[in-house]
Antibody, heavy 116, light 106 residues
């Protein structure tokens, strides 16, 4: 069974950094594009970033562009999201997701809280 | 950039009633890439409908999707207690575009 599992969330001060990980099991991460999606408390889903299967093409939402970096280590079957310059409004549950037109696999999410 | 607008924001129903949820795109989209998700509190979203009208694996037949162009609809024929949740439409592409969600409450 294909699964994703996020880790690395926690409490960080404004301006700080955090690196999230997303470990895949049951399938080869290298075969798929993977997305990061976040959800602020009580709010809707917001797409954050996407990386292609080779890791050479990445795109970002305007809200995180220049501050977040998505990357992958296919040998470790793991995806990363490096978050720098964190702001209070980055507080959210962060999901990694393998989303295709006909199917989807989502992790359970990891909570990032940005607060002083 | 396509914007997906869902209505209503909140839908108050009783078990056994029909739910009709709308998702309107700001421009014509390809139906193949329009999906509906259900999300319950503390859980990740779950795929219900793909390609605008196709039920995903293990999804009950009381869920149905329809529409094309700019207007799409998710219908739940008879609400079951476990169906009270938030529903999102999603447009798949180079990125992911989500609607704002419809909360279906008792």
């Amino acid at each position: 069974e294909a699964q994703l599992a996020e880790s690395g969330g926690g409490l960080v001060q404004p301006g700080g950094s955090l690196r999230l990980s997303c470990a895949a099991s049951g399938f080869a991460l290298s075969d798929y594009w993977i997305h990061w999606v976040r959800q602020a408390p009580g709010k809707g889903l917001e797409w954050v970033s996407r990386i292609n299967s080779e890791g050479k093409s990445t795109i970002y939402a305007d809200s995180v562009k220049g501050r977040f970096t998505i990357s992958r280590d296919n040998a470790k079957n793991t995806l990363y999201l490096q978050m720098d310059g964190l702001r209070v409004d980055d507080t959210a549950v962060y999901f990694c997701a393998r989303v295709l037109p006909r199917s989807a696999v989502w992790g359970q999410g990891t909570l990032v809280t940005v607060s002083s | 950039e396509v914007v997906l607008t869902q209505s209503p924001g909140t839908l108050s129903l009783s078990p056994g009633e029909r739910a009709i949820l709308s998702c309107r795109a700001s421009e014509t989209v390809i139906s193949t890439y329009l999906a509906w998700y259900q999300q319950k509190s503390g859980q990740p979203p779950r795929l219900l409908i793909f390609g605008a009208s196709n039920r995903a694996t293990d999804i009950a037949d009381r869920f149905s999707g329809s529409g094309s162009g700019t207007d799409f609809t998710l219908t739940i024929s008879r609400m079951e207690p476990e169906d009270f949740a938030v529903y999102y439409c999603l447009l798949y592409g180079d990125s992911l575009t989500f609607g704002g969600g419809t909360k279906v409450e008792i």
